[in-house]
């Protein structure tokens, strides 16, 4: 029981980062490969304030996410001027620049070392301590980021993102400032994101960059690809896959010796098979 | 029903299928180990960058609990944090009673879960603390050997500050680099760093680095590298002639690198160590054993790994499955061991207390402090 409940902990809190990503990529087609760095921010936020100042878990995800907010804003600026493939590219240096923060930054990150001993997250003197309680906390945060988003994608403005996607240069004939609508998306999504990161950060209680490389950002990519982009249903789906499928693979007996490789190699195999035979996901209606 | 989720669904099935036959399976060939001694699970990087190190680790470990009849799994977790935390919640979940771990992140975010909450399996954890950052308390359920083999800088600074009057280091950035660098320019003393540098952990080209050494003139040179690519580095020196003195530990020695590098630049090269190649009894026994499993020589690691099985076998000859009694015993611990003298301090870090420096000669280890 403890391995389920960790394990549903750790898909609610990616399905909140597949979710938030899915503004961006899927209901917008910005394909954004930065969110990584936006989790960190949210992680690093929740981590040094809790373990160097006395301010409690939710007053530091609150500051996670406004930082988490103004950075994006900043990038985003940079961001809006590029489409496609160049968007993607440029993003990624985003994450590649704050990654390098996390890891250079010794004296407020303490660098490759991490920050342990970060506490569990307490409110009104109730601490959740116990996994299943973090779980329930996990659960609820994940249903207000997936109303938020669906709320987002039902509404004129998500409308207009999904115009974006499929003509930007339509839209911005009748007037409409597209690189507004992309900078308040990236921003909300970049929020989201941070929200992710702080839970990550207090169920873990230990943060080192190794969590936030560009590599973390291939992988919430990967959930909403696999889930379907432009669905949230789809982006929770692909949440619980990915999560669980490795963990399943510890379970095929496979001899020890060649087992830990075998399971890279399967999960790779399975990947690229549903894609072949399921490109736009699970539940999606759109491929890249 | 959509095509979308008829596909979620055969999906589920297909998972369905395959746990149920792997359950089944794993039935017929459960191991009859003794019910009265400890469950041991391990959580090593298997996979990934540091995976040459992981299966030293691991082939340490299984030689130990073979020799010593412990039951013993071992999970990949890559020495990533949560993927580490997810193979530890499997091993609890499968009913191991002692965890065993190794890298900072990897044993940090297990033992920030478990080090305080006595009713879960025991962490027992290596090259995870080092002497120059300590890690406070994680709890009393949390211990961690070697600390030394992290902060195994200053023992070496302290040696070649005689002989080198400007020194330059070059570390991969990792925790551990950073910290053998710091112990490094620690114990120099007096000696001043005339060139400092970190690399990514899977660089293998070195030559700027190189040339940037030997452009300020650093009478001898600290590297923290990962074995495998020290033998790049020493042929690569090669090409520059350089003629240097090669600080470094044994994290970035073994038997392949002597093997493999260029005899005139390996023989620069001066290590710190465990107590592991005196050649006691137990180490020629060791040694035979693990020649004989595996057809290669051991290295620091691997003697480790093998330690920390032994510890926990002959701590459950006395307590059984009593995780209490089995703290109580490490805490206390004072002992012999293969990789040198194993001393238990107030913070339950288990020390060795004697560290070597070797050099090599003639293709063999050779002691030099």
Known sequence: MPYITHLAILISIFAMLGVSLNLVVGYTGLLSVTHAAFFGIGAYAVGILLTTTGVGFFTALLVGIVVAGLISFLIGLVLSRFNNDYYALASLGFNVIIFSVFLNWQGLTRGPLGIPGIDRPEIFGFVFSSNVHFLALSVVVLGIVFALAQFIAHSSFGRALKAIRDDERALQVFGYRTVSFKLAVFMVSAGMAAVAGGLFASYITFIDPSSFMVMESVFILSIIILGGLADNKGAMLGAVFLILLPEFLRFVGMPSDIAAQMRQVIYGLLLILLMMYRPQGFLGKYRL | ?369
């Open chain 2, 1 to 369: 029903m959509s095509t979308g989720w008829k596909w979620v669904w055969g999906v589920v099935v297909v998972v369905v299928i395959v746990l149920a036959w792997s359950v089944y399976s794993k039935e017929n060939r459960r191991t009859s180990s003794p019910e009265s001694s400890m469950h041991v699970g391990a959580v090593l990087p298997l996979t990934g960058g540091l995976a040459f190190v992981g299966e030293d680790y691991k082939q340490g470990m299984e030689l130990a609990a073979h020799e010593f009849g412990i039951n013993l799994v071992v999970q990949d977790g890559g020495a990533d944090p949560t993927e580490s935390l997810n193979a530890a919640r499997q091993l609890e979940e499968a009913g191991v009673d002692v965890i065993l771990s190794a890298f900072r992140g990897a044993s940090l975010s297990i033992g920030s879960s478990y080090g305080k909450n006595v009713e879960g399996p025991l962490i027992f954890a290596t090259t995870a603390t080092s002497n120059k950052q300590p890690i406070g308390d994680l709890g009393k359920n949390f211990f961690a050997l070697g600390a030394e083999m992290i902060s195994a800088g200053e023992v070496i600074g302290s040696y070649a500050q005689d002989t080198c009057k400007s020194a330059a280091t070059l570390t991969e950035t990792t925790d551990a680099g950073l910290d053998k660098v710091a112990g490094f320019s620690q114990g120099l003393g007096e000696t001043k760093v005339v060139y400092g540098d970190t690399f990514s952990p899977d660089t293998t080209d070195f030559r700027t680095l190189i040339l940037k050494v030997k452009e300020a003139k650093a009478d001898c040179l600290f590297i923290e590298v990962r074995s495998n690519a020290m033998v790049n580095f020493l042929k690569q020196i090669g090409e520059f002639e350089m003629d240097i003195p090669i600080y470094t530990n044994s994290y970035s020695v073994n038997a392949d690198v002597v093997q493999q590098s260029p005899s005139a630049q390996v023989e620069q090269v001066i290590f710190s160590s465990t107590k592991l190649y005196n050649q006691t009894t137990e180490q020629k026994k060791f040694f035979g054993a693990y020649r004989q499993e595996y057809g290669e020589e051991p290295n620091d690691f691997a003697a480790v790994g093998y330690e920390m099985v032994r510890i926990i076998a002959e701590a459950s000859k006395e307590c059984g499955r009593d995780r209490e009694c089995v703290r109580e015993i490490l805490r206390n611990l004072d002992q012999e061991s293969i990789v040198g003298p194993l001393v238990t301090d107030q913070y339950q870090e288990i020390k060795l207390t004697e560290y070597g420096l070797f050099g090599v000669k003639d293709g063999a280890f050779v002691t030099v402090q």
